[in-house]
């Protein structure tokens, strides 16, 4: 009789390797701690495609998506397996206007054209802010155009149509707002810096099925250690990563220092998300073409058990 011998001795002794996908909007700023947690914290590789949140749905290999909370709200609707599991950047949007269409207040913008994107939180922002001085969205028009990242800026983009005179402001994510600015020097003006009423929340999102895996759960779980460490960086010391999220997003250094103040880098489940995504969800679901979803429906879409696995030990 012969035996077979196999030594499982080296299958024992390799090591345990991490490996996640990550599908974001590459050509946003808010991504970028991934970036940072990949390269400089997380004990395994990484691999950050362009994409979002919706990615998950259309590619079964990827196990994390990040977006704002509207197109987190619009892809709940149809995929009640999906989880917000921490924050990667919270952004208080603000508008930039011409003075020279009349603004100096934003009341003044009742009339005006706006530049902002359709359906996403770009536009979300600019109906939350102006309820506050009693403007509804028939008092002005929203005009779509891309965002710009650094100058020149083309003229289809916001920066650039609210030069040409195309569009009387701007409300959306940055640089653009910044750019704007600058585009038009002295007959700028700014609103929100100091807004409280709209902030984006950048979510990290996944799926049930990725955390029912015991071992795609403890990768999840130790790329999030690895983001909040990389998220404290941004947060107390930029200086050591604005050049290398500069060059990530192409945008320039001295752009990106400008437009630092209005993001909050933490990673976390913020005390008032549950409240956000109630409020918000009647706008996501007016352009999704559904009913907006209950207070109890909208808890589950948040877990906050990952990032409380991550915060131990």
């Known amino acids: 009789m012969y035996f077979l ?19 974001s909007a590459l050509g946003v700023l808010e991504w970028t701690p991934e970036l940072i947690a990949k390269e400089d914290y997380f004990q395994g590789d990484v691999d950050i495609t362009n994409g979002g949140i919706a990615t998950l749905f259309s590619d079964p290999t990827i196990d994390l998506g990040s977006n704002s909370e509207t197109q987190l709200l619009l892809q709940f609707g149809s995929h009640k397996n999906l989880r917000s599991i921490g924050t990667v950047a919270e952004v208080y949007y603000r508008i930039v206007a011409n003075k020279k269409s009349g603004i100096e207040s934003l009341k003044d913008l009742k009339g005006k054209n706006i530049g902002a994107l359709k359906s996403t939180s770009s536009e979300y922002f600019v109906q939350t802010y102006l309820a506050t001085v009693g403007l509804n969205p028939a008092d002005y028009t929203i005009v779509n155009g891309f965002p710009c990242l650094q100058e020149p800026c083309g003229a289809n983009t916001l920066p650039g149509m609210l030069k040409s005179g195309r569009i009387d402001a701007i409300g959306v994510w940055e640089p653009s707002v910044e750019l704007g600015s600058k585009s038009l020097g002295i007959d700028a ?13 950048y979510n990290l999102a996944t799926t049930t099925e990725k955390l029912d895996d015991l071992q795609k759960r403890e990768e999840i779980v ?5 983001l909040k460490q990389a ?6 010391d930029p200086q050591k990563v604005i050049s290398r999220v500069a060059e990530a997003v192409q945008v320039n250094a001295t752009l990106l220092e400008a437009v630092w103040p209005v993001h909050r880098w933490d990673l976390r489940v913020p005390p008032d998300m549950l409240d956000v995504l109630v409020d918000e969800d009647k706008f996501v679901a007016l352009n999704a073409k559904r009913e907006p979803l209950s ?3 909208l808890a589950i879409l948040i877990d906050p058990s990952i990032l409380e696995e ?4």
Do not use: C
């Open 310 to 313: 991550a915060s131990q030990g």
């Open 5 to 23: 011998h196999v030594s499982i001795l080296p299958v024992l002794l390799t090591p345990f390797v991490y490996s996640l996908k990550i599908a």
């Open 295 to 297: 207070k109890e429906d």
């Open 231 to 236: 998220e404290g960086v941004f947060q107390d």
């Open 222 to 226: 130790q790329f999030l250690k690895a």
């Open 189 to 201: 003006i700014v609103f929100g810096n100091d807004q409280t009423v709209y902030r984006e929340i």
